[in-house]
């Protein structure tokens, strides 16, 4: 049975303020100049169960981070993005909003080996180690310095790829996780038409939800998903729910959320970007 209120739902997740703040800023304030009051976050995570307490020692520690900047103006306080945030936000919208892909094949050798430690250095999302010098995994993005690579598309007996799939990244797992989304999006499906405030705080649980799995799924190409995968019916539920609580949810930033100069600016290309992204991933 589906959450009779948001508050049922939301008590049911519980939440750690540092990556919700991400979430709330990746979502909502990225998109629209990358600065807000800290008031906003303050009443917005607050129906979340985050203290003002727990924000306030969240931002701190993003700021030593070097992901936000803050400054006052008059009684209040800002935090904006840092350049460095900005690009890394940028990279990780493409993942959460983005269509799946469909790439070749890539075997990167590391001369100097510990592959498994290359990978991680170097950020390579989506590739297992083979051995100590060989990964595997998808052709996406740029061959590492010092790396030798091999791209090509399979042949022979490609059914085969799917048991590599499941037995290499570990599928089985990160199934069961998509499938608790799709729980948690009937929830939000069945709470009908919202008002703005709600609006929002669902588009942002749903993002958050989202961006717990699919900054972890290797988001391996089609061929070595299973039939059914249940990472697409997530993603083509994520797409749906999120253009549908929006219209609302943005009404409800553009009343209510402020920066330095006063309410936030409209959307940006990067926040209209993300749109085309989620219509372009439900009529592919």
Request: aromatic share 8%; glycine share 10%.
């Amino acid at each position: 049975m589906g959450a009779a209120t948001l508050s049922d739902l939301m008590l049911a997740q519980p939440m750690r303020a540092g990556s919700f703040i991400v979430t709330v800023f990746g979502d909502v304030i990225a998109p629209r100049g990358g600065e807000v009051w800290i008031g906003n976050l303050i009443e917005f995570c607050a129906p979340f169960g985050i203290s003002e307490t727990l924000i306030r020692t969240a931002v701190s520690r993003l700021v030593s981070a070097e992901q936000l900047a803050g400054h006052r103006k008059g009684r209040r306080s800002f935090y904006r993005l840092t350049n460095a945030a900005r690009l890394e936000y940028r990279q990780a919208a493409d993942i959460i909003y983005g269509q799946s892909e469909n790439l070749p094949w890539r075997v990167l050798f590391f001369a100097k080996g510990a592959a498994s430690a290359q990978i991680e250095g170097a950020g390579l999302h989506g590739y297992v180690a083979l051995n100590d010098t060989c990964a595997f995994g998808p052709a996406r993005g740029p061959v590492p310095d010092g790396a030798l690579a091999l791209t090509a598309p399979l042949v022979g007996a490609q059914h085969q790829i799917r048991d590599l799939g499941a037995a290499l990244w570990g599928l089985d797992a990160l199934a069961q996780e998509y499938q608790g989304f799709l729980a948690l999006a009937a929830q939000i499906e069945q709470m009908g038409q919202l008002p703005p405030p709600d609006a929002l705080q669902a588009r942002v649980l749903l993002v958050h939800a989202f961006r717990q799995i699919i900054l972890r799924d290797p988001r391996l190409p089609h061929a070595a998903l299973p039939p059914d995968w249940a990472g697409q019916r997530a993603r083509t539920r994520f797409a749906q729910l999120y253009l549908g609580l929006s219209d609302a949810a943005d009404s409800h930033v553009a009343a209510s959320f402020q920066g330095s100069d006063g309410l936030l600016a409209a959307l940006n290309p990067d926040g209209i970007a993300r749109y085309d992204l989620l219509r372009n991933s439900l009529s592919a």
